[in-house]
């Protein structure tokens, strides 16, 4: 079946642009993660949507970080006034139920701030 | 003190030969752990899960030492298709149960 997809794969902003990122998790998986990896560096946790419950967003790094996820499916990460250090690959996955389920990622959006 | 750490390598291994790496945790509380294996400029997949008891999978082998708070992966009889990132993944305390990914150990099997 479909895995999770995002788009777009890559995206080149300028600095204090706003940008969107999407994500289509596995259809039937209720949890979605967002992390993101910058380069030679670990995935770093963003934010945590598990069905209706209220979003752990405990790993946004600012307040010009935010996700929304509508419909319990289609999640978009937006990055308000982009700086040049959000330049990473932003990865989405998704999982059964919990998040010790098995998480399957996507290709990642791959960002630049110039 | 990191979540997760993780020895970066390279690791530059002939093929055949066996090995092995190490990762170590800081929460005690800790319940479930993985190994994620992610290819060049690819997303991470799931390599296996880590039992207490130990578990194999194949030519490769995960244990975990709650004592000493790591976790280890062996690989026998390496292959060329076995390059790659390796990264070890612990979850948080119940109730605050997101993972922690370490930062990887790079792989490089030498023909």
């Known amino acids: 079946g479909a895995g999770v997809s995002q788009s777009p794969s890559n995206k080149v902003t300028e600095k204090g642009k706003d940008v969107e990122l999407r994500c289509d998790p596995i259809?039937?998986?209720?949890?979605l993660y967002w992390y993101r990896q910058s380069l030679g560096q670990g995935l770093e946790f963003l934010i945590y949507f598990q069905g209706n419950s209220a979003p752990d967003k405990s790993g946004l790094p600012s307040d010009r970080f935010s996700a929304e996820r509508t419909g319990g499916s289609v999640s978009t990460l937006t990055i308000q006034r982009t700086q040049q250090e959000d330049s990473a690959v932003y990865l989405c996955?998704?999982?059964?139920?919990?998040?010790?389920?098995?998480?399957?990622f996507g290709p990642g959006t791959r960002l630049t701030v110039l | 003190r990191k979540e997760v750490e993780q020895d970066p390598g390279p690791f530059n291994v002939p093929e055949g030969a066996t090995v092995a790496f190490n990762c170590t945790y800081s929460n005690s509380a800790s319940q479930s752990f993985f190994w994620y294996r992610q290819d060049c400029r690819k997303e991470p997949k799931l390599l296996m899960s880590v039992y207490s008891s130990g578990n194999e999978d194949g030519r490769f082998t995960a244990q975990l030492n709650r004592a000493s708070q790591y976790i280890s992966l062996l690989i026998r009889d390496s292959k060329l298709s076995d390059s790659a990132t390796y990264l070890c993944?612990?979850?948080?305390?119940?109730?605050?149960?997101?993972?922690?990914f370490g930062t990887g150990t790079r792989l490089t099997i030498i023909p």
């Open positions: 993944v612990v979850n948080g305390d119940f109730g605050n149960e997101k993972l922690t």
């Open positions: 996955a998704s999982s059964l139920t919990r998040t010790t389920d098995t998480q399957y």
């Open positions: 259809s039937g998986h209720t949890a």
